[in-house]
């Protein structure tokens, strides 16, 4: 029900930051994540950050599909 | 990095296993039954084709999850009522086309009523500055868009401005879930829970449905690898025979979900019962403003009057959104109700489950 | 100054409407023909001809890639170059609202001139009417072209031929996308494509190239055109979503608008649809001229049928329906 993409952060003054999704930028809202760095990836949904994206966790997930994959491949 | 969710070569594989899986489960009535809660689930499942490849093993159920769809005639005749006395209405888009027992805001806007349709609710801050008409946000939503309607009131009080309020229609997942399964009993094989709503309120309100009702369940998100990996996840766990509810989606969902939000949101908001379409009123399935905040509740303020006045219809969008009928099952689809002149909400949004079998041929 | 904006009295035919129409021919006087009698005379050619009708209104009128007036001029073009033919001659119609800026229309008269000079037309006729408050918004512009055919064969909707290659001209959706980022509050280097696609055409046909059936996706986008051209031609359409060049930015504001670019407008682009065997020299020529570098084989043609669809292969490789949406587009939040 929620449309929701990840946006980089490129500057942040109080409860407003300028982050970049696809190369544009979009004034956001990052009241609810603490301490959101620059170069951080966040999840919007309508303006508003809803929380950060874990790169490590990120990995893992696609590091997951390889191994289900290889699974597959070796009977 | 979205693009490796995308289009990743290692899907195919993955996708083929699943189904080669569900082809040696024992005792199971194939196809599986799988509810996705979520309406943008429901649009990535047509979107990215799983509908159309598992035809034979998986089968699709839309659950309540489609703000649009879920909001009564009742709460629609409200928005109408508040366009009616020449306020300034900021909606999302879906909402317009939606009828309420006689009118929809889209007629409204036809006989001169100032609707504007906005992609963040923050922007009927700027909308309210620069009129003096009453603005009302029709706030709709479930837990992902909570936090930004909460920062909208907070952001309206900070910064005093008078002609700003909500008509709240927010409901809440958890309970609804409950009520839904409690009806249902035994006819879902697996459910695939909304992932950003699951952002903000975390994995743990779902263990109760593998504990209680013995479902298996996956947080999932809307890519095609991660769409990919939460129904395997599902027919890994019906295989195993241990239901559970396991997190797919976890660069973006955490088990305690955001407490920030959580607690944004419960300083402007308190539990309420609300009513649903095809439901009828749920306990503490909604949120309405706390004491704090009641001022910029629209309804309180204008003294909203409508009429409880139940128009008879042949419309089934309540069975529908509960999972018990379907589309093809409805007398008006595709004859008296379609996309351009929809009857219930379930064809009106994108993702209502209607519109989907209309536009795709089912 | 006092005469920065329009009044209902330069449209009155008195001393002030000379005012405006000063305005209007200093501007286009390179391109303007016949000015100053009641109707266009030109010498009509031998062969076949055509004519296209047009009204352009668009919020904001002003946007990032163009303005209404160069997309007046584009979109009448470009329906001409889609039946095969070359753009001569343009009518210009301006319904303007009371208060509008003589500077905002000195820009839109500026980029009709440029336009128009670039892609070698004529304007032969106009007309201007000024209305009074909220009964347009800002500037309607209203158009006639006619066009020399030169495509010896027929090109039509109904002529699409099972195994024939499905091109488009450059990537999908920047119009919209580009509309709805800036309407959204989202600060982009993102353009519209708004252009002439003639000269892309004239180059193709004078190549000798054979082409069955050619459309330019405006509204409703590349779906709802190839739906047009399915229930025309009676045959299913196969387009491959790993194929089809859809920028970044493009595909990235959708995703946050929740909106589809496959349904998004395109103001410069053409799908050609053509035999299989043309298609090395099509994309040889397009990617010869900077409009047509990003041209591409996006789907082919499949069999006939009755009940003939527009599918699309998607990543996993499942075939979907690609329907004929009845709406425009709106941001969404689910």
Redesign the interface.
Known sequence: ??????YRIISKEGNKAIADVFGMKKEI?I????DVEIDE?V?V????A??R???Q??K???E???E??E???KP | ??D?????P????????IKHDVAALDGKALPLKFMEV???HTVSI????????FKDSIKFLSGP????CVTSACDIDKMIYLAQQGHHIVT???L??VPGTHSSLEKEIAKGATVD???????ALNIARNTKKEVNFIAV??E??I??IA?LVLDTYAQQIKNLSILCLIKTMPNVLRFLLSQLKGEIDGMIM????S??IGSEPYEFIPREYGIPCTVAGFE???L??GI?ALVSQIALGSPAVDN???????SEG?R??QE?ISAVFQECDVAWRGFGSIPKSGLCLNEEFINFDAEKRFHIKVNDEVVQSACICGDIIAGRKSPIDCTLFRKKC???NPIGPCMV???GACAAF????E | MGNNTILLSHGSGGKQSKELLDLIYRTLSHVVINHGEDSGVFHANEGKVAITTDSYTIDPIFFPGGNIGKLAICGTTNDLAMVGAIPKYITLSLIIEEGFGFDDLKKILIAIRDETEKGNISIIAGDTKIVSKGKVDKIFINTAGYGEIISKDTISSQNAESQDAVIITGDIGDHGAAIMAYR??FESSLKSDCANVAPLIKALLEHGVKIHALRDPTRGGLASILNEIVASSKVNIVLEE?KLPIKESVSGVC?A??I?PLYMACEGRAVIICPQDQTDKVLEILHNETLGENAQVIGRVAEKSDTP?LF?K????????L?L???EQ?????
């Open positions: 029900m929620c449309l929701a993409v990840p809202d009241r609810i994540i603490e990836y999840l949904h309508a303006g508003f809803i929380q994206v874990n790169q966790d990120a893992e997930t696609l997951l599909l390889t289900l994959c699974a597959e491949s | 990095m979205t490796k969710f995308r289009n990743n290692e899907l195919k594989p993955l996708l083929n296993k979520c309406g943008t047509l979107k990215f084709g799983f509908r159309h490849y999850g489609c703000p649009v999302f888009g879906d317009i086309k349709v906005v992609y963040s609710p923050l922007d939503g479930f992902t868009t936090p930004v920062g909304p992932g950003h709503v952002v903000i095609p690898v991660d990919g990996l395997q797919r989606y976890k660069r973006m969902v955490k955001n920030a939000a944004l379609t996309p351009e949004s994108f993702e209309y536009k795709y041929g | 959204n509050g790993e995703d608008l929740g589809d669809k699309l998607t990543f996993i490789g499942a075939n979907r329906i329907p949406l009845s709406r709106t941001p969404r939040i689910c």
